[in-house]
């Protein structure tokens, strides 16, 4: 009998390539050099990925871009299959010439950082799977975005991509984008929602509350806008076939899916566009489980009828251990998280442990 894996769906690398073309740059996002007057005794280089990062930018290192760095976090927390994906900001801050040179270099990057990992004999599988990277930037064709899919589907150990929210510069519901996700969904690869740019500082107030409010608000609800967006445009009508993953569990996607609905039944214009009722869509995709909290988990499964949906993540590299902490808390909680939810059978715990994942990325017979 095969064992039961753990499959993390949520982490992240900075590939080499993409690190040194972040050194080489002068505004944000950008690597820079650890602080002149740094006291640690390894002083790390940081990484900003937005204007006013909270204490100068988070310490980047190894683990950021090293696949033994990897491996190992991975072994300290029992971690069989990683599906890694590269970090935000992706290439929205390139010229479109350039984002789709490297775009294509990147993910021949990762498929041979996926490709070199071990391989779990009595499971015939390797430990390290990939999204791959569409250049989703303004200005760029629909036949270089065509090519991107192309690559990433011929690609082996590539089982999908990662996407931010703002398409080619107008979000994911613009219709350029059509030939995009048809292509998407015929090649049967599955698309990672995942948030960058959070929502407008303004909302945040003048007070100083450090990174709380951009990271556990303004990257969810930036999740939640964007899938909104692409219900409320029809595409998951057009493309039903289309295997969508939210990063986050979806944000408040879930907690706010009746009111959507209300919201549209009583809007003629948004209601006419579309064939069901907004909870069935929300209902047909997917949610890593990167939530921290049974209860969050609960609601979410129960919201969309059904656990089969929902997938263990760990946001590796970011959120390390503090204070001499041994294991990552991103890995700790969001595991008992899962353990803890009352309303789901071993079974099903499972599921969103390994089992879910195995079967959405066809890695198993």
């Known amino acids: 009998m095969l064992k039961k894996l753990l499959v993390d769906v949520h982490t992240h690398v900075y590939l080499p390539r993409y690190a040194e073309l972040l050194r080489s740059r002068s505004a944000v996002p950008r690597i820079i050099p650890a602080p002149a007057a740094s006291t ?60 789709s040179d490297i775009a294509i270099k990147l993910n021949d990057d990762l498929e041979e950082y996926c490709s070199s990992s071990p391989i779990i004999s009595d499971q015939r ?21 065509l090519d991107s899919v192309r690559q990433i589907s011929l690609l082996p150990h590539l089982k ?40 407008d500082n303004d909302a945040w107030g003048e007070k100083e509350n450090g990174h709380v409010l951009p990271l556990a608000l303004g990257f969810p609800f930036e999740t939640t806008v964007a ?26 996607l879930t907690q706010l899916s009746s009111r959507l609905a209300s919201c549209i039944h009583h ?41 089969q949906r929902m997938m263990f993540g760990t946001d590796h590299p970011f959120f390390p251990p503090l204070n001499g902490e041994i294991k990552w808390r991103s890995v700790v909680e969001n595991l008992e998280a899962i353990q803890g939810v009352s309303g789901w059978s071993q079974e099903q715990k499972d599921g969103v442990e390994g089992g879910n994942a195995l079967k959405l990325f066809n890695l198993v017979q």
């Open 160 to 199: 999908g991509l990662i996407m931010g929210t703002r398409g080619v510069g107008k979000g994911l519901d613009d219709e350029a984008l059509d030939p995009v996700w048809e292509a998407i969904e015929k090649e049967k690869l599955v698309v990672f929602l995942h948030p960058h740019y959070g929502v």
């Open 267 to 307: 809007d003629p214009l948004v209601a006419s566009r579309l064939k069901h009722d907004a909870r069935y869509y929300i209902g047909r995709l997917y949610y890593d489980a990167v939530s921290y909290g049974s209860e969050e988990l609960q609601f979410v499964a129960d919201t969309i009828g059904r656990s």
């Open 40 to 99: 640690d005794s390894k002083p790390s280089e940081r990484l900003l990925i937005l204007d006013h990062e909270p204490s100068g930018g988070r310490p980047v290192g190894p683990q950021y871009w090293s696949r033994d760095e990897k491996l190992g976090f991975m072994d300290k927390h029992g971690i069989d299959v990683s599906i890694v994906s590269s970090a935000n900001p992706w290439l929205d801050f390139l010229p479109a010439p350039d984002a």
């Open 125 to 145: 599988i390797k430990r390290l799977y990939g999204f791959g990277m569409l250049p989703l930037v303004p200005g760029i064709t629909t036949s270089a975005l």
């Open 227 to 252: 899938t909104t967006r692409l219900i409320l445009a029809g595409v998951l009508d057009k493309f039903p076939d289309l295997r969508l993953l939210l990063a986050h569990s979806g944000g408040a």
